[in-house]
Antibody, heavy 117, light 109 residues
Framework: QVQPVQSGAEVKKPGASVKVSCKAS????????MHWVRQAPGQGLEWMGI????????SYAQKFQDRVTITRDTSTSTVYMEMSSLRSEDTAVYYC??????????WGQGTKVTVSS | EIVLTQSPGTLSLSPGEGATLSCRAS???????LAWYQQKPGQAPRLLIY???RRATGIPDRFSGSGSGTDFTLTISRLEPEDFAVYYC??????????FGQGTKVEIK
């Protein structure tokens, strides 16, 4: 099982936006729902949202509803997570993950996002 | 809102010993969507168990999951050195939405 490859670390100022990508190898992920999960330093895992295989359906955790947008480019097998109005509490590692049989079976390597003035 | 509570917070054990990790839901949940993950420092989580009791691909049989309703358990029969890590349970809670427990750290005694 090939791990999807996420974009590199980001450093952003408060109030800025960030867009993280997650590129999968072709058909391995084409028919699957994809999720985003984040982990603040020293903390647990926090589910953020999901996108369907065709990219036309999303759902978000309530706390991220107004600031996060998940999109998908099926032509390049890439999923994106964009977060706006960043604050220091958004400093975390952000993971994409494939869902199969109701669980997250393959995870990206993670992207560290640091929000600091 | 369904909350998953894991216990204990930390488990101090020696290699070769068995480990029992608990995950309790604040209300009854479907065992079809209860999963367990292992995470080591600096790594992404790894799926161990899904559907409460089904081992994921490549997971050794010393890992087993059980439970239903509100109480679920991850058992590691004999701890290997590579098993010392943090373990999370996860549940689909509808809407759709998913939630994780706060984690149990299994450390070397």
């Amino acid at each position: 099982q090939v791990q999807p490859v996420q974009s590199g670390a980001e450093v952003k100022k408060p109030g800025a936006s960030v867009k993280v990508s997650c590129k999968a190898s072709g058909r391995t992920f084409a028919n699957y729902y994809m999720h985003w999960v984040r982990q603040a330093p020293g903390q647990g895992l926090e589910w953020m949202g999901i996108i369907n295989p065709s990219g036309d359906g999303t759902s978000y955790a309530q706390k991220f509803q107004d600031r996060v947008t998940i999109t998908r480019d099926t032509s390049t097998s890439t999923v994106y997570m964009e977060m706006s109005s960043l604050r220091s509490e958004d400093t975390a590692v952000y993971y994409c993950a494939r869902m199969q049989s109701g669980a997250f079976d393959i995870w990206g390597q993670g992207t560290k996002v640091t929000v600091s003035s | 809102e369904i909350v998953l509570t894991q216990s204990p917070g930390t488990l101090s054990l020696s290699p070769g010993e068995g480990a029992t990790l608990s995950c309790r839901a604040s209300q009854s949940v479907s065992s079809n969507y209860l999963a367990w993950y292992q995470q080591k420092p600096g790594q992404a989580p790894r799926l161990l168990i899904y559907g409460a009791s089904r081992r994921a691909t490549g997971i050794p049989d010393r890992f087993s999951g059980s439970g239903s309703g509100t109480d679920f358990t991850l058992t590691i029969s004999r701890l290997e050195p590579e098993d010392f890590a943090v373990y999370y349970c996860q549940q689909y809670v509808g809407s759709p939405s998913w939630t994780f427990g706060q984690g149990t750290k299994v450390e070397i005694k």
